[in-house]
């Protein structure tokens, strides 16, 4: 059984740096093919994909976050980590990492088999 599982800082200054970091279990984020990628949404809002790291540790980055956002992974633990700088407001959101589905150009295309985590949610506030 496939599980992911988000952790992350929850609350977060304006102006500051987060980490998160997708653990996840029943796979490897280095078995062919898979894609690990980080999804948000906003109080009221859709979800957005954010960016990807692939099998072979290629990253993906939404244009709208790519001068922010940093996606790397630790093999040795199975985990892939989103770090965002810069956090305003508007980064408040849930964030979630899933496995599957690819990565065309920029945009993130879901298999509709791929695994999710439950979320963690992060605010920005002074």
């Known amino acids: 059984q496939v599980q992911l599982q988000e952790s992350g800082p929850g609350l977060v200054k304006p102006s500051q740096a987060f980490t998160l970091t997708c653990t996840v279990s029943?796979?490897?984020?280095?078995?062919?093919?898979?894609?690990g990628s980080w999804i948000r949404q906003p109080p009221g809002k859709g979800l957005e994909w954010m960016g990807a790291?692939?099998?072979?540790?290629?990253?993906y980055y939404s244009p709208s976050l790519e001068s922010r956002a940093s996606i790397s992974r630790d093999t040795s633990k199975n985990r892939f980590t989103l770090s965002l700088n810069s956090a305003t407001p508007e980064d408040t959101a849930t964030y979630y990492c899933?496995?599957?589905?690819?990565?065309?150009?920029?945009?993130?295309?879901?298999?509709?088999?791929?695994?999710w985590g439950q979320g963690t949610q992060v605010t920005v506030s002074a």
């Open positions: 899933a496995l599957g589905g690819d990565v065309v150009g920029t945009k993130w295309i879901p298999s509709g088999e791929d695994y």
């Open positions: 029943g796979a490897s984020i280095t078995t062919n093919y898979y894609v």
């Open positions: 790291i692939s099998y072979s540790g290629t990253t």
